[in-house]
């Protein structure tokens, strides 16, 4: 637990947040008894789901079905992209 805390007070005190991060994946699989080894294989894992490159669709999407200004501004980026 201490560990968060100064973790907390470096990302606080003004640390990147790649710094962070990583010293969160750190502590927290060390807590579970994981060997560090193990983080790029997570990471690959991750990056490597299917399911990934659905989360930017869903980003665009949730404007245009909800109208208005954020939907035209999409909608003409797309026209204008793929020129339709």
Do not use: D, K, Q
């Not at 994946?25 to 579970?32: C, E, G, S, T």
């Amino acid at each position: 637990m201490g560990a968060l805390i100064v973790l907390g007070l470096a990302t606080l005190s003004g640390v990147p947040a790649f710094v962070t991060l990583a010293g969160m994946a750190l502590v927290l699989f060390r807590r579970a008894g994981e060997p560090i080894a193990s983080i790029p294989i997570a990471h690959h894992s991750l990056v490597t789901n299917p399911a990934l490159p659905n989360i930017p669709m869903f980003n665009w999407g949730s404007p245009s079905i909800l109208g208005g200004a954020p939907a035209v501004f999409i909608r003409r980026i797309v026209c204008l992209v793929y020129g339709v």
